[in-house]
Nanobody
Framework: EVQLVESGGGLVQPGGSLRLSCAASGFTFDDYAIGWFRQAPGKEREGVSCIGNSGATTYYSDSVVGRFTISSDNAENTVYLQMNSLKPEDTAVYYC?????????????WGQGTQVTVSS
């Protein structure tokens, strides 16, 4: 059974940093693309970043490029999202998801989410 567990969310001031973690289990980590998504109250879910299987490729939305960095630790089956220069508009529940293929897939497996709040 595919399981994804996010952690690392919290309250941070504008301009601050957080690192989110997505711990994966129940599947061959190298075969999956892992994406980070977020959903703010009253807004649709949006893709934030993705790392392809084996970590060969990375993608970022225009709203986070240059501020967020995605990485993976295959030994720990964990994907990280380093978030710097955070803005109030980054406030949302952040989810990680897995796709048995690529970052263009349908992401059938999801974690429970972690809240990120950027506020002074």
């Amino acid at each position: 059974e595919v399981q994804l567990v996010e952690s690392g969310g919290g309250l941070v001031q504008p301009g601050g940093s957080l690192r989110l973690s997505c711990a994966a289990s129940g599947f061959t980590f190298d075969d999956y693309a892992i994406g980070w998504f977020r959903q703010a109250p009253g807004k649709e879910r949006e893709g934030v970043s993705c790392i392809g299987n084996s970590g060969a490729t990375t993608y970022y939305s225009d709203s986070v490029v240059g501020r967020f960095t995605i990485s993976s630790d295959n030994a720990e089956n964990t994907v990280y999202l380093q978030m710097n220069s955070l803005k109030p508009e980054d406030t949302a529940v952040y989810y990680c998801a897995a796709d048995r293929g690529s970052c263009y897939g349908s992401f059938g497996s999801w974690g429970q989410g972690t809240q990120v709040t950027v506020s002074s």
